[in-house]
């Protein structure tokens, strides 16, 4: 049902004093009990509600119908205050009233008067405030979450009475989706209250528009299209993307505008698989989603994946997943942000988009050569695709200049295949020693490298000449405290004289976080921890050593420098 026609219904059930139920169900998230508040307020506002009296009433933790009914008594607001939520004041006038229909007795007002120093009201105040509930608009909601002791039908039998009895409108709000067992004899006692149901079901276009109102931004004009194409029509959801993709573009800012659209591209994707994990596909598919990778599958004749993603993901500006996708996902996941790392990996593809002109040429070749023709030659086909890796090899993931090589040698390309491969080693020479290393990147258990590609990484990953000088990689450990492979395989060539220097050159907050940085490295298992561990304490066990002072101050980091360490200069650590 339309947004339009949904909107509709509502204002006219607001402007007739008629008793009636209307129920609205849905999905949760999709804008229920935010579309009623909103539409109920607009109709407030142009004094276009029937009724002058209006309760809502959620049911969750509710156990009883005794509970319900003083719910409904005690959240009745009136007049001006209408939509508000209910106060002590609001609910003193309604004590009043309640008063005056028990004819002011003495014991109900010595009795009303103890309410607000007790936890909570009697059976005999309930009952007496629900006298008073009459010709009134009540909303009440998430009635599959109502308590054990609080049987649907009785809540449905009440609300039967407070529309015969009570000429009462009452709006019923629910989340079809959590109905457990017996969903059909639950619609069939809903179908005998309701005069009207409303299937609360909107589309993308209808969902973004709720929940970004008429705001329009850069974050919008890059994010609600990509909310279009996932069909994302959970407002919440959309809410919580909207305010993570706000903090990350406030993170990336004066980042290259094209980065920071895949960093938010990256973010609706991976934030939708945390929030929706029974629609959305997992964080494990998309950091290993290779779009070029299902193409190769089919053209070897095998059959293809199954999978309820890919034609999705193929349609969604997102071909693979690269070191800065890598730290979105993971924030995602994490639901916060490691920002200096975020903006090293932003830096790091600016500085890869430099190196090409357009950097779109690949992506094209694929897109609209592979994907989006039948009319195109093989010949054609494998030449652009050739050309156009070579051009941009420094943008290109691993993954996909896998697939890409791959695809070159299974139509006879072999010398073209061997070239691609130069090239893109040649092209990503300044890249750190994480990058060749193949584990970092996100093959499928199913996805093959190809052997000389392998064997190319293996090489370039042996031959790493690691130029930078040890103490500003240790300072900037301890600054970040945080490291790389290539950090713990640079200090894990030092020797306890270099460390010796390097912790007597740090200053400040860095002789800490140094100190204990270097530590938590050397306990972590990684390679080449343990040589970084016995170097290290050797060092401060010789800083010790030079004087009672700075023995004192080493004895507060924790280490233990009468353990015995078998190591010297001569062992080449």
């Known amino acids: 049902m339309s947004l339009d026609l949904i909107e509709k219904e509502i204002l006219r059930f607001l402007a007739d004093s008629e008793p009636e139920v209307l129920c609205i169900r849905g999905k949760w998230g999709v804008g229920k009990t935010y579309t009623w508040d909103n539409l109920l307020e607009k109709a407030t506002h142009n004094n276009a509600v029937a009724l002058k009296k209006y309760a809502y009433v959620t049911l969750f933790g509710l156990n009883s119908l005794e509970d319900l009914r003083f719910s409904i008594f005690e959240n009745t607001n009136s007049g001006a205050e209408l939509t508000q939520a209910a106060t002590i004041e609001s609910f003193s006038s309604m004590i009043q009233q309640a008063a005056d229909a028990g004819r002011r007795s003495r014991n109900l007002i010595e009795l009303t008067a103890s309410v607000f120093n007790r936890k909570g009201v009697t059976d005999a105040l309930a009952k007496v405030g629900f006298l008073n509930v009459r010709k009134q608009l009540i909303c009440i909601d998430d009635l599959e979450r109502a308590g054990k002791g609080l049987e649907v039908r009785d809540v449905l039998g009440l609300i039967s009475f407070l529309r015969v009895k009570r000429d009462c409108k009452i709006a019923l709000l629910l989340n079809d989706e959590q109905i457990g067992e017996g969903k059909a004899e639950f619609w069939k006692q809903v179908e005998k209250v309701a005069d009207t149901i409303l299937h609360f079901e909107l589309n993308p276009s209808e969902a973004s528009s709720i929940a970004f109102g008429t705001h329009q931004s850069d974050i919008r004009t890059i994010v609600e299209p990509l909310l279009h194409i996932l069909n994302i029509t959970n407002i919440r959801i959309i809410k919580k993307i909207q305010l993570g993709a706000a903090h990350l573009t406030d993170i990336l800012a004066g980042q290259d505008e094209d980065v920071v659209k895949q960093a938010l591209t990256a973010f609706v994707l991976s934030k939708w698989a945390v929030l929706d994990p029974d629609n959305a596909p997992p964080t494990a598919y998309i950091r290993s989603y ?17 999978d309820k993603f890919a034609d999705l993901l193929a349609s969604y500006p997102y071909n693979s997943t690269d070191e800065l996708d890598d730290v979105i996902i993971a924030g995602a996941e994490a639901g916060y942000f490691n920002e200096t790392l975020l903006n090293q990996r932003a830096a790091l593809i600016s500085a890869r988009k430099k190196k090409t002109e357009g950097g779109e040429e690949f992506s094209r070749v694929w897109k609209d050569m592979y994907h989006g023709s039948l009319a195109t030659s093989d010949e054609d086909f494998l030449d652009a695709l050739f050309k156009s890796a070579v051009q941009e090899a420094a943008l290109i993931t691993p993954l996909n200049i896998n697939s890409s090589i791959k695809l070159l040698r299974e139509f006879g390309r072999t010398e073209m295949a061997d070239k691609l491969i130069e090239a893109y080693i040649h092209a990503k020479s300044d890249e750190s020693l994480e990058f060749f290393d193949l584990r970092h990147h996100h093959f499928s258990a199913d996805e093959a490298v190809d052997d000389n590609l392998k064997t190319a990484f293996q090489e370039k990953f042996d031959s790493f000449v690691d130029d930078r000088k040890p103490l500003d990689v240790l300072k900037s450990i301890a600054q970040r405290q945080g490291w790389s492979e290539s950090d713990v395989a640079l200090l894990a060539k030092q020797t306890p004289s270099d460390f010796e220097t390097m912790f007597e050159a740090l200053q400040g ?17 990684k390679p080449g921890a343990e040589a970084i561990r016995k170097a290290s304490i050797e060092a401060l066990r010789r800083i010790a050593q030079k004087s009672p002072i700075r023995a004192r101050k080493i004895a507060r980091f924790g280490i233990s420098l009468d353990e015995a360490i078998a190591t010297s200069e001569s062992d080449g650590i």
């Not at 290779?290 to 199954?306: I, Q």
């Not at 800490?512 to 972590?524: H, K, P």
Request: proline share 0%; glycine share 14%; charged share 20%.
């Open 290 to 306: 290779n779009e070029f990778a299902s193409a190769l599958k089919a053209s070897n004749g095998k059959e293809a994946l199954v």
């Open 509 to 525: 907050n860095e002789v800490r976080w140094g100190i204990e940085s270097v530590g938590s490295i050397g306990n972590s298992g």
